[in-house]
């Protein structure tokens, strides 16, 4: 991907020659007329590099110089500074306000092209590795120059400025002092000179291996000689600082390449500092998942705990049918039997010699007869609601299993309750009628509850059955204070019950949800148009065997 430049200058005639130039090199250029036009232009879009003249209407290249490195989006832009002068005083202001390098106008094109290559190639290495976050120190700067008087006056220079400053006659490329903490590396070079571009071909290399550890500046040769500019440039310095500069050019030169590593090292330090941000965030999302996960397992095992139980309660229940069969069916045919021959008795000594006291009998005789056979009803519906012989699904009368639910709460209904019933469904049902009956019996046991509140045990359970695309749909719902929006979610949990202590387990619910889940069906709760609570079970046809039952 071709590396994007925005030029910044307000001559249309340069700004189409600029642009003609670094188009032809494969750069992809934007232009600006003005400094505030280029602040603007990124907001939008961050380019590579900014080329920007120093003489602009309004804010000069100088200022928008300056406004770009106070940005911490924008401060590590690099910015090649351009002039029509080669006055040493613009090139130092404009250095000075932040830009990281200064070509005139006039200069070779081929000198603009290896400055801004050289520019882009020091910012691609400088954000190639992050470090961690360093205390403040002084800039340490290396100067190495076969001159003793050229050392000591940079020497000079550079203390004067508050940099820490180390000098050597000549430098390998491999010396151990280059993996010290170094800011800036100035190395002597001589036009002409194929050893000293090759030492800085090798400088360059080594401090790539290094992750970019410092700024390399060639220092050597007159204003005018542009082809060792250029072939210092080409050899990796990232600048050239002519030995003819005057001490604030070269002081300035110095200051905006380790500015330029100043920046890098904060770059590395945000990037270091979000990369942490990105790994403590994915530390907490794996926490969040972990802690769902627990929920999760934690749910499944309250449903597995309330499966239990309901399991536990079925097998009492049918010890209980089982219990009550022996031990009153027996006994109730016995009485049943000759409760017969009792009455016919009485009926022939009636006939023979009528009495007050033999009519009495015989209408005692009749109650007897009422009461018992309400007893063999009762045990006859305890029988057909759990219907432990009937465990796998079979061929149910849905009106008949909800009938008998009904039976069975008639104590709990009372006379205050009115049921409304509507069986609108086909009558047949496919399912298991011990867990069909236990939900609906435990839907109408909780509206009858709520019935016995506010309204004084006053009050309508409507059940409806209906046929809806194949399923098969029972409703409830009641006239009571209905669910709460906030617990509407909750109710089906196991152990959870709005009833007070002692009055609910919080099981039934939770048990009629996982029974009709068994069924492959859903179960839901909202208002109903009673006002109260409306239960909506929906039950799927059973599936066929071509379709993997």
């Given at each position: 991907?071709?590396a994007s430049v ?10 189409l020659?600029?642009?003609g130039l670094l188009?032809a ?8 007329t003005s ?8 907001n939008?879009?961050?380019p590579d ?7 602009l209407?309004g ?20 910015v090649?500074?351009?002039t ?7 090139e130092r ?9 200064y070509?005139a106008k006039s200069?070779d ?8 290559k050289?520019l882009?190639?020091?910012a691609?290495?400088?954000?190639a590795?992050p470090k961690?976050?360093e ?6 700067v290396?100067?190495a120059?076969p001159s ?6 940079l ?8 940099y ?8 390998d ?6 993996d010290g ?8 070079v001589?036009?002409g ?7 800085l ?7 790539a291996r290094?992750?970019a550890?410092?700024?390399?500046l ?8 542009r ?11 990232d600048?050239?600082?002519?030995a ?6 070269v ?7 380790l500015?330029?590593?100043?920046m890098a ?9 979000a990369?942490?941000?990105e790994?403590?965030?994915a ?15 934690n749910r ?11 399991a536990a309660?079925?097998a ?5 049918v089982a219990g009550?069969?022996h031990?009153i ?10 409760q017969?021959?009792?009455e016919?008795?009485i009926a022939a ?10 009519d009495?009998?015989?209408?005692r005789?009749a109650?007897?007869?009422?009461g018992?056979?309400?007893i ?10 759990s ?6 699904r079979h ?7 909800i009938?008998t ?15 409304r019933r509507a069986?609108?469904a086909?009558n ?9 009956n ?12 709520a019935?016995e509140?506010?309204?004084g045990g006053r009050?309508v ?6 046929d ?11 006239s ?5 929006a ?9 152990f ?6 002692g009055a609910g387990?919080?099981?039934g ?7 009709v889940?068994a069924?492959?069906?859903s179960i839901?709760?909202?208002k109903?148009?009673l006002?109260g609570?409306?239960?909506?079970i ?5 599936a ?6």
């Open positions: 991907m071709s925005l030029v910044v200058e307000d001559s249309e005639t340069q700004a020659r600029l642009r188009e090199e494969g750069f992809s250029v934007s232009c600006a400094g505030e036009a280029a602040l603007e232009h990124l939008a879009h961050l590099l900014i080329v920007a003249d120093f003489h209407p804010m000069d290249g100088r200022e928008l110089s300056r406004q770009i490195r106070l940005n911490g989006r924008t401060r590590a832009l690099p090649l500074m351009l029509g002068a080669r006055e040493s005083d613009l202001q404009g250095l000075e306000s932040g830009a990281d390098a070509v200069a094109p081929k000198v603009v092209i290896v400055r801004l050289a882009l190639r020091r691609r290495a400088e954000t590795a961690a976050s205390p403040f120190r002084r800039a340490r290396l100067v120059h003793a008087t050229l050392r000591l006056r020497g000079h220079l550079l203390e004067h400025d508050g820490e400053v180390a000098t050597l006659e000549r430098l490329p491999d010396a151990a002092v280059l903490e170094l800011d800036g590396v100035i190395v002597g001589r036009g000179d194929r050893d000293d571009l090759a030492a071909a090798a400088l360059d290399a080594r401090r290094l992750g550890p410092f700024q390399l060639a220092f050597g040769g007159e204003e005018t000689d082809d060792l500019l250029t072939d210092a440039l080409e050899a990796g310095a600048d050239v600082v002519p003819s500069a005057n001490d604030e050019v002081r300035a030169r110095v200051r905006a390449q500015r330029r590593k100043l090292d904060e770059a590395r330090r945000s990037a270091g500092e990369r942490a941000q790994l403590a965030l530390r907490a999302e794996a926490r969040a998942a972990v802690a769902d996960d627990l929920a999760s397992a499944q095992l309250k449903d597995a705990q309330g499966q239990l139980v309901q309660k079925m009492s229940l049918g010890e209980l009550i069969a031990e069916n027996n006994p109730l045919a016995f009485l049943l039997g000759h017969d021959t009792v016919r008795l000594a009636a006939e023979e010699s009528p009495s007050p006291g033999l009495k009998a015989k209408a005789l109650s007897m007869r009422v018992m056979k309400r063999q009803d009762l045990v006859l519906n305890l029988r057909k609601f219907r432990l012989d009937e465990g796998d061929v149910l009368d849905a009106a008949d299993s009938e639910v009904l039976a069975l709460l008639t104590h709990k209904l009372g006379d205050g309750i009115e049921v069986y609108a086909r047949t049902l496919e399912g298991s009628p011990a867990l069909l236990q939900v609906v019996m435990n839907i109408v046991g909780n509206a009858a509850d019935l509140g506010p309204s009050g359970i409507a059940i409806t059955t209906r809806e695309g194949g399923d098969f749909v029972i409703v409830v719902e009641d009571g204070p209905g669910v709460p906030d617990l509407s979610d909750r109710i089906f949990e196991p959870f019950t709005t009833k007070p202590v387990t919080g099981l619910l939770a048990i009629a949800y996982n029974v889940r069924h492959g069906g839901a709760v909202d109903g148009d006002g609570a409306r239960f909506t929906i039950i799927p046809p059973p066929t065997d071509g379709e993997g039952r």
